[in-house]
């Protein structure tokens, strides 16, 4: 019996219409990733603005924005459905875009992960008793990930010859027995060190972006709309762990309040119906609130309020 290999997303595309998005000029389909960014992501549309509602049983999660269409699908491929324009838009890591060699627009970097705002980094990993100690040590071995492509540019760049394979998973544990050393997606390095890996070098940093088709940014509608998503997703991040304080403080004691904040700009300043107070409101970071309210207090502030940001747009 033969088997026909399954077609390719160009061959499903040009054979099968229903694989090409609604054609509908005032909506955009987006993808999101589905897997360990997926609640940050919905955290993060929240703040911007966007309530999505997920389903357990669909890959089809609901927007309270007529105008966005959401589909979920693995980061990993992401990139390659954007570029033949089955997605509008997605958000994908930079490394995936890498790895599938996607012809995409980049809208803008969006620099969070599923742990923090730290990128994440594709690193080679090899047990910490091995005699691997530099990139020229690989030659000949074996070598487990699921990024083959970033691995063999790294190899290649060293002008060493290694065997790649790709990993479906639980890549980790394959060090030593299946695999002499692992290329590997980390952002705190804990499940490398339990283990007992350490790395070896760091191939790519990686942030999350927001990209869409070539012909998605040439169409009017669509990149004003990709551009206000953009512009509301950014003002999201900018106000994390930020707060804005407000406060009322005498003429007299002006100069010493305003000394105390460390704002990312000067304190606006309000006249009050008392013609010697003024209202002050500024931006802080959340962790240092607590060490200078009390200063602030003791400089001869009053009415103190500490109001939570969901989005700062410069």
Same mark, same amino acid.
Request: hydrophobic share 40%; with cysteine.
């Given at each position: 019996?033969q088997?026909?290999?399954?077609?390719?997303?160009?061959?499903?595309?040009?054979?099968?219409?229903?694989y090409?998005?609604?054609?509908?000029?005032?909506?955009?389909?987006?993808?999101?990733p589905k897997?360990?960014?997926?609640?940050?992501?919905?955290?993060?549309?929240?703040? =911007?603005?966007?309530?999505?509602k997920?389903?357990?049983?669909?890959?089809?999660?609901?927007?309270?924005?007529?105008e966005?269409?959401?589909?979920?699908l693995r980061?990993?491929?992401?990139?390659?459905?954007?570029?033949?324009?089955?997605?509008?838009? $997605?958000?994908?890591?930079?490394? #995936?875009?890498?790895?599938?060699?996607?012809n995409?627009?980049?809208?803008?970097?969006?620099?969070y992960?599923?742990?923090?705002?730290?990128?994440?980094?594709?690193?080679?990993?090899?047990?910490?008793d091995?005699?691997?100690?530099?990139?020229?040590?690989?030659?000949?071995?074996?070598?487990?990930?699921?990024?083959?492509?970033?691995?063999?540019?790294?190899l290649?760049?060293h $002008?060493?010859?290694?065997? &790649?394979?790709?990993? #479906?998973?639980?890549?980790?544990?394959?060090?030593p027995?299946l695999?002499?050393?692992?290329v590997?997606?980390?952002?705190?390095?804990?499940?490398?060190?339990?283990?007992?890996?350490?790395?070896?070098?760091?191939?790519?940093?990686?942030?999350?972006?927001?990209?869409?088709s070539?012909?998605?940014?040439?169409?009017? #509608?669509?990149?004003?709309?990709?551009?206000?998503?953009?512009?509301?997703?950014?003002?999201a991040?900018s106000?994390?762990?930020?707060?804005?304080?407000?406060?009322? &403080?005498?003429?007299?004691?002006?100069?010493?309040?305003?000394?105390?904040?460390?704002?990312?700009?000067?304190?606006t300043?309000?006249s009050?119906?008392?013609?010697? #107070?003024?209202?002050v409101?500024?931006?802080?970071?959340?962790?240092?609130?607590?060490?200078?309210?009390?200063?602030l207090?003791?400089?001869? =502030?009053e009415g103190?309020?500490?109001?939570s940001?969901?989005?700062?747009?410069?």
């Open positions: 019996m088997y026909r290999s399954r077609p390719s997303l160009h061959e499903r595309k040009n054979e099968n219409p229903r090409m998005p609604d054609s509908n000029p005032h909506q955009l389909i987006l993808g999101l897997g360990s960014l997926e609640e940050a992501t919905y955290e993060l549309f929240g703040k =911007a603005g966007f309530k999505i997920p389903s357990s049983r669909s890959y089809v999660p609901r927007c309270d924005d007529p966005l269409e959401i589909r979920l980061a990993q491929e992401m990139s390659r459905y954007v570029e033949l324009g089955m997605l509008d838009a $997605g958000l994908t890591g930079h490394d #995936w875009i890498v790895e599938n060699g996607s995409v627009h980049r809208v803008c970097e969006l620099t992960a599923k742990q923090g705002r730290n990128p994440v980094r594709w690193v080679v990993a090899v047990p910490k091995s005699d691997i100690h530099s990139a020229k040590d690989l030659e000949g071995k074996r070598i487990a990930t699921e990024a083959v492509g970033i691995a063999k540019s790294y290649d760049t $002008g060493v010859t290694a065997d &790649v394979e790709f990993s #479906w998973g639980a890549t980790e544990v394959k060090a027995e695999v002499d050393a692992i590997e997606l980390t952002e705190t390095g804990n499940s490398l060190r339990a283990n007992n890996l350490r790395i070896l070098d760091t191939i790519l940093e990686s942030n999350t972006q927001l990209i869409c070539n012909a998605a940014w040439t169409n009017e #509608w669509k990149r004003k709309k990709l551009e206000q998503i953009s512009m509301l997703l950014i003002g991040l106000a994390e762990n930020k707060v804005l304080l407000k406060l009322n &403080v005498q003429d007299c004691n002006i100069k010493a309040v305003v000394d105390i904040l460390p704002s990312l700009h000067a304190p300043l309000n009050l119906s008392e013609c010697d #107070w003024h209202s409101e500024t931006v802080v970071e959340e962790d240092i609130v607590r060490e200078i309210i009390p200063k207090k003791a400089a001869g =502030a103190i309020i500490e109001l940001l969901n989005k700062m747009i410069p």
